[in-house]
DNA sequence: CTGAAAGCGCTTACAG
DNA sequence: CTGAAAGCGCTTACAG
C-alpha cells in the first residue's frame, strides 16, 4: 500500500508514477547500477514532481553506512575546539560526510551516552576529545565493535587501536619555558588546571600514557626547569578551575607570594585571559615587572597592551587532520591498517609581553 | 539467518539467546509495551552477554523520529555562534536529541545541500541561522515536507511558516548611537559589511523582512541619527568584508577621512577586534580622542586598555531559546500551531571606550 | 538494461 | 504478557 498522504512519497510511488519497477527507480535515483538513459530520465521527472526525497534511513540500513561521523568534544564555545570543529567540518562536508555533535561538558558520563548514542545512530566513525584520559573502556569497546575512533587533542589510556591526533603539548611548554630561563628568570609562575598531578609528575620514569595536555605542559615546564638545573617550587604551581575567575584568583596567589615569580606561564587560553587581568590588576608593569605567556593564539592576545607573548596552537589544523584521518580509515584502504599518530607542533610566538628580568 | 559473525548482533540474536520473541525482546529493550519481570531480565542479560546495540536506523524507519536535530550555521568558529551552538546542545541533549551540524561558510549553496542532506537523514527538526535573508525557498520547501525549522539570528523572507529567534538589531544599534549622540558626538563612523545595504534602505518605508543582523544594525544607527536630526554622511559607513583584516583597513579609511568621526561603532566583534586594532595604530587615543563601541560581549573586551564599550549579545541564550523552541514544536504540543517569533534583547555595556567629544 | 523477490533490523497492530 | 506476521523504504543478488 502506498504512503501516499501520511508522509512523504516512497520510492513505490516515484517508481508507479514513472511506470517502472521499485529496483530501477532506485538505481536511477541512487546513481548505482545500470540504467537506461530514457528510464532514468522518467525516474528522475516523476520525483521531481513528487517531491520525492530519498530515506537515507533505508538506505544506510542496507549499504551499512550512514556517512555521519561522531564528534565529541568537551565544549563547543571554547575557541580552541570551536576552531578544530571547523577543522573537521571543512574535511567531512565536501567528502559527503556529516558531523554528528556532542558537547559533553567535561563529563565522561556524557562522553559514554554519547559514544552509545552514536554507536546506535551507526555513524561511520568517532573523533574524541576525551573528557578524561583514564577513562578510555568506552572507547575502547566501540572500536572493537567495529567503530574506528580517531582521539583528538588528547590521548587515551587502555585505547592504543585509536589514531591520534595531537599537539606536542610537553614540548611547547618547555619552549615557552626556556624562552623565559633565557630572559634570566628564575622564578617562573604557572597557572594550569593540572596542580593535582603535581606530585604524579615529578616522580621520575612516569611516561605513561592518558595525560590531559594541561598536565602534559605541567610536565613541560617541570622538566625545563630540571634541566636549566633550577628547582622546582611548588608553590610557584597555582591551580585553577577550568574558568577564567579561578586563574585570575590563581594569578593572584602567585603575585602575592612573599617572593612572587617575575614571569608567570599559562596552560591554555582561558586560564591566559584570567591571569593576565590579574596581573593588569595588580599594577605590576608588563613587561618591566613581571613576564607573561600565554597559550592559544586568540585575536584578543595582539589587542591587549603589551601584545602578549603565546604558545600557538595549530587548533584547525588539528580538527583537519583528525578528520582527514578518519576519512582515510573508513575509504577501507586503510581499513585496518595499525593506528596512526600525529603529533602538530605548536610554535613559541614571542611578542611584548615577556622581557628580561630586571 | 543470523548475522553471527559479519555485523554487531541483530534483536533475533538476542530473542533467540533470551529463549523469547523478537517482539518480547524489542519490548524489553526499548521500553515499549508491556514486559514480565521475568523475561526483560532474561532478555537484558542476553543483550548484555552479546554486546547488542540497538540499531537505531531500523527503529527510526518505524517510529518516525529520529531524535536528532540539524543545525545549520555560517561559521561555527565565529564566538557568537560557537556560544549559540553550545546553548542548542545544552538543552537538546539532556531531552535526548542529537545535533547534526554543517557548516555552511555563509554558502547559500552549502546551505541547501544541508537542508536536503537533513531532510534525507530524517531529523525531527532544523535550526538554521541563513546565509542570506533573501533566499529561502528551500527552507519553505523544507517546512511544507513537514520539518519544522527555527530560525536562528536571522529572518529570511518567504519563510514565515517558521519559528524566530533573534536579537532587536535594530535597536541595539539604536542604543549604541544614542549613547554617543548623548556624548555630543555628531561624527559617528560605522564599520559594517552590510554597507552595500546603505542605499537600499534609506528610502523609507523599507519594512520588508530579510535583512542580515548587520543590514539591521545599520539601520538602527541611521534612523537613531536621522531622529537625532543629524544628517547621514555615506562617508561615514565603511564597508567591510567579514574579516579583521578588511575592518581594520575600513576603520583606517573613516580615521583618514578629511573630517574624520570622533566615534566609531562597529557592528559585529569580528569587525570590532579589527577597527580596534586599527585605532590603536592610528595613534589616536581612546577614549579622548575618538570613542569606540563594539558589538558582543567578548573576553577580550575587558582586557584591553581602555576596555571596550559594547552591545552585548545573549548569544549563548539565542540558542537556548531557539532549541526550546524546537523541541516544544516536536512534543507536538504545538505541532502546527502558528509560528512563534522570540525577540532577545541586546544590552549596551558602558565601560571606557566611550567619553564626551572633546 | 530490467524486474520479482528477499532482506536490512527493527516496531506495531492483532490475536491469543 | 506473548508471539507470528506484516511492514517501514530502501538495495541487492539473481534471473531474464
Known sequence: MTTERTGSPSLIDVARAAGVSTATAGRALGGYGQVSERARERVLRAAAELGYRTNSLARSMITGSTHTIGVIVTDVANPFFAMALRGITDVAHPAGFEVLLVNTGRNVEA??????????????????AAARPSRGRHLKQTIDAGVPVVLLDREVSG???ADTVTI???HAAGEATRHLLELGHRRIGLVTEAGDEFGRLRRPGNRRKGLLPSALR???YLRALEEAGLPVEESLVATAQYDRESAYEAAGRLLSLPEPPSAVLCTDNVLASGAYRAVQDSGLRIPEEISVVGFDDEPWTTLVRPALTVVEQPD???????????????DGGSGSAKPQSVRLRATLVVRDSTACRR
Not at 584547525?316 to 573508513?330: D, S
Request: net charge neutral.
Open 218 to 220: 605541567l610536565r613541560g
Open 159 to 161: 585505547v592504543s587501536e
Open 168 to 170: 606536542d603539548n610537553e
Open 316 to 330: 584547525y589544523e588539528l580538527g583537519l587532520r583528525a578528520g582527514r584521518q578518519l576519512l582515510h580509515r573508513l
Open 111 to 128: 562522553e559514554q551516552r554519547a559514544v552509545t548514542v552514536m554507536s546506535e545512530k551507526r555513524v561511520d566513525g568517532i573523533i574524541v
